[in-house]
């Protein structure tokens, strides 16, 4: 995989000082396994953003923790789960939160069928039945 990230950036020059962050990073993105279609898309959006950065004369400044103190108060910062990224991903196109939450849970948390639900209606085998009798044993 570091020789993916090598090849991306010998491919893409113009990121020195994306590469050198990502280098220092290498190991934390390799923590979640990325398939090499995701590190691309990762790597591309990455750059992406970054020349955004600079093509509208934004400073692009990289965090590093000074001491273990911040370390500590960063951990304690609530988790963003991947149910809220979605929703929040979702809420920015336009929809109502609360109608988000409803379909992200009648998809099980995928975004795009719940983009669906949300344009053509959630049908009403996504959800369980009112009455849900328990199973009596043959008499």
């Keep these: 995989m570091k020789a993916f990230v090598d090849k991306f950036f010998a491919d893409n020059d113009e990121f020195p000082e994306v590469k050198n962050i990502i280098m220092q990073k290498i190991n934390d ?30 400073e692009v400044i990289v965090s590093k923790p000074e001491d273990e103190e911040e370390d500590e108060e960063r951990e304690e910062a609530p988790t963003v789960t991947a149910f809220d990224r979605n929703a929040d ?16 849970r009648a998809a099980f948390n995928n975004p795009d069928q719940a983009v669906d639900y949300l344009i053509s209606g959630i049908p009403p085998s996504a959800f369980a039945p009112d009455i849900n009798p328990p199973c009596l044993p043959p008499q």
């Design 29 to 58: 993105i390799f923590s979640v396994t990325p398939n090499l279609k995701q590190l691309d898309a990762f790597l591309s959006d990455i750059c992406g953003i970054y020349s955004q950065s600079r093509r509208m004369g934004h």
């Design 89 to 104: 991903n979702i809420v920015a196109m336009g929809f109502i939160r609360e109608e988000v939450e409803v379909a992200l």
